[in-house]
């Protein structure tokens, strides 16, 4: 590509947008794919029909998923170039789009939240890991379900971002926004018997492996894994499902919706309604169950 729109697009996602390295893959990918499909010319100069086009094609290979994710990333770099003075009129405005399935995020029951929660317990009396790795897992899995966090949010915990007295901490979102986030009396436990034992000083990361690194988000994901197997749960339940299942749990016990779009950081009211048609569904299969009728 090499063009200088595109350098200045990707500068303003990291620096000004603050998007994540994942997201700026993923559009980078989507213009390179698109790029290579034109084979001719700067992508500033395609027209409508020729990404409408590109789309028809895409789709003969691509998940709608995939191409959502394409046009998202050409509708937002072509609007930049409008805005930039780049180009004069914007070629996604009126493309049409496969309408994409909506599918409900998988939730954990309660049982197996609790389940999962006991399995570090469970993994220590069968000899299969050792203390510290006891607590320290147990201590991943309460922060999961009892403050609702992204992986890369526990990830990057630091013990100064922990205030141990309102038991809440400080997390860095996506976009680079700062949320507190309030966590359980069990998740509090965990944390202060893990710290007693095995870390020291305020600066350091919660996760720390004692090297100076911390815990890799791949090896959070393993940890899981290795928890789902041990308890005979669903191998493609994740740590956001534990998200899902925090945000779910609340709306069902009368959490006000907007009270539970600040406590898991989405920037749109939108991203937190799909947790009440989750409920929902849940409402409808206890009706159909216990309905005589059902």
Same mark, same amino acid.
């Given at each position: 590509m090499g063009d200088g729109a595109e350098v200045e697009f990707f500068n303003q996602l990291s620096s000004e947008r603050r998007l994540s390295p994942h997201t700026i893959r993923t559009y980078q990918n989507a213009l390179k794919i698109f790029s290579r499909w034109l084979e001719f010319g700067s992508i500033l100069s395609a027209t409508g029909r020729e990404i409408q086009d590109f789309i028809i094609e895409m789709q003969k290979t691509r998940s709608r998923t995939t191409i959502h994710n394409y046009v998202s990333a050409l509708r937002t770099f072509f609007t930049f170039a409008v805005g930039e003075k780049f180009i004069a009129k914007n070629p996604t405005a009126e493309l049409i789009l496969p309408k994409l399935k909506k599918i409900l995020p998988k939730i954990f029951t309660l049982s197996q939240i609790i389940e999962l929660l006991h399995a570090p317990d469970k993994a220590l009396q069968l000899g299969r890991i050792s203390h510290k790795i006891a607590l320290r897992d147990r201590m991943i899995l309460e922060l999961f379900y009892g403050a609702g966090l992204r992986i890369g949010e526990l990830q990057s915990i630091k013990i100064r971002d922990i205030d141990f007295q309102n038991c809440a901490l400080k997390v860095l979102g996506k976009g680079g926004k700062e949320r507190m986030c309030p966590f359980t009396e069990a998740a509090l436990q965990a944390i202060s018997s893990y710290r007693a034992q095995f870390l020291s000083g305020e600066d350091g990361y919660l996760l720390s492996r004692g090297d100076g690194k911390v815990l890799s988000i791949r090896d959070i994901q393993y940890r899981m894994k290795f928890y789902l197997q041990l308890c005979g749960l669903p191998a493609d339940l994740s740590p956001h499902t534990i998200r899902?299942?925090?945000?779910? !749990?609340?709306?069902?016990?009368?959490?006000?919706?907007?009270?539970?779009?600040?406590?898991?950081? !989405?920037a749109s009211i939108q991203t937190t309604q799909i947790y009440t048609h989750v409920d929902s569904e849940h409402i409808k299969s206890i009706h159909r169950h216990c309905h005589p009728h059902g």
């Amino acid at each position: 590509m090499g063009d200088g729109a595109e350098v200045e697009f990707f500068n303003q996602l990291s620096s000004e947008r603050r998007l994540s390295p994942h997201t700026i893959r993923t559009y980078q990918n989507a213009l390179k794919i698109f790029s290579r499909w034109l084979e001719f010319g700067s992508i500033l100069s395609a027209t409508g029909r020729e990404i409408q086009d590109f789309i028809i094609e895409m789709q003969k290979t691509r998940s709608r998923t995939t191409i959502h994710n394409y046009v998202s990333a050409l509708r937002t770099f072509f609007t930049f170039a409008v805005g930039e003075k780049f180009i004069a009129k914007n070629p996604t405005a009126e493309l049409i789009l496969p309408k994409l399935k909506k599918i409900l995020p998988k939730i954990f029951t309660l049982s197996q939240i609790i389940e999962l929660l006991h399995a570090p317990d469970k993994a220590l009396q069968l000899g299969r890991i050792s203390h510290k790795i006891a607590l320290r897992d147990r201590m991943i899995l309460e922060l999961f379900y009892g403050a609702g966090l992204r992986i890369g949010e526990l990830q990057s915990i630091k013990i100064r971002d922990i205030d141990f007295q309102n038991c809440a901490l400080k997390v860095l979102g996506k976009g680079g926004k700062e949320r507190m986030c309030p966590f359980t009396e069990a998740a509090l436990q965990a944390i202060s018997s893990y710290r007693a034992q095995f870390l020291s000083g305020e600066d350091g990361y919660l996760l720390s492996r004692g090297d100076g690194k911390v815990l890799s988000i791949r090896d959070i994901q393993y940890r899981m894994k290795f928890y789902l197997q041990l308890c005979g749960l669903p191998a493609d339940l994740s740590p956001h499902t534990i998200r899902h299942a925090y945000a779910t !749990h609340l709306l069902n016990n009368g959490a006000d919706l907007r009270l539970v779009q600040e406590l898991l950081g !989405h920037a749109s009211i939108q991203t937190t309604q799909i947790y009440t048609h989750v409920d929902s569904e849940h409402i409808k299969s206890i009706h159909r169950h216990c309905h005589p009728h059902g």
